[in-house]
């Protein structure tokens, strides 16, 4: 099963920036895709961003394109670098691991569980 801790959330202002961390210790991104997902209160969990190291295709949802930026830089790890934040961005955020990049719509998780996420807040 998945065991994925994400870290580096936190408050911040309109306009600022924060990167994300996710850590996987049971499987490893060389395999599978990684994806970010967030949930807003009130709202159902969203596909933000996706990353195959395979073939390093990159997608994202069209209200954070050419603001987030997803990477990784070990088989066990995934970022999110988060710029020009909206309040609108403000949710909780989980990785996991996805079978393909493809349209962020239809991202979903592949297997394994959801982790705990990490709250994003951003202030107006």
């Known amino acids: 099963e998945a065991q994925l801790v994400e870290s580096g959330g936190g408050l911040v202002q309109a306009g600022g920036s924060l990167r994300l961390s996710c850590a996987s210790s049971?499987?490893?991104?060389?395999?599978?895709?990684g994806g970010w997902f967030r949930q807003a209160p009130g709202k159902e969990r969203e596909g933000v961003s996706c990353i195959s190291r395979r073939d390093g295709r990159t997608t994202y949802a069209d209200s954070v394109k050419d603001r987030f930026l997803i990477s990784s830089d070990t088989k066990n790890t995934l970022y999110l670098q988060m710029n020009r934040l909206k309040p609108e961005d403000t949710a909780v955020y989980f990785c996991?691991?996805?079978?393909?990049?493809?349209?962020?719509?239809?991202?979903?998780?592949?297997?394994?569980?959801w982790g705990q996420g990490t709250q994003v807040t951003v202030s107006s």
């Open positions: 049971t499987f490893t991104f060389d395999d599978w895709a």
């Open positions: 996991a691991p996805v079978w393909a990049c493809g349209a962020t719509s239809y991202m979903s998780r592949a297997f394994g569980s």
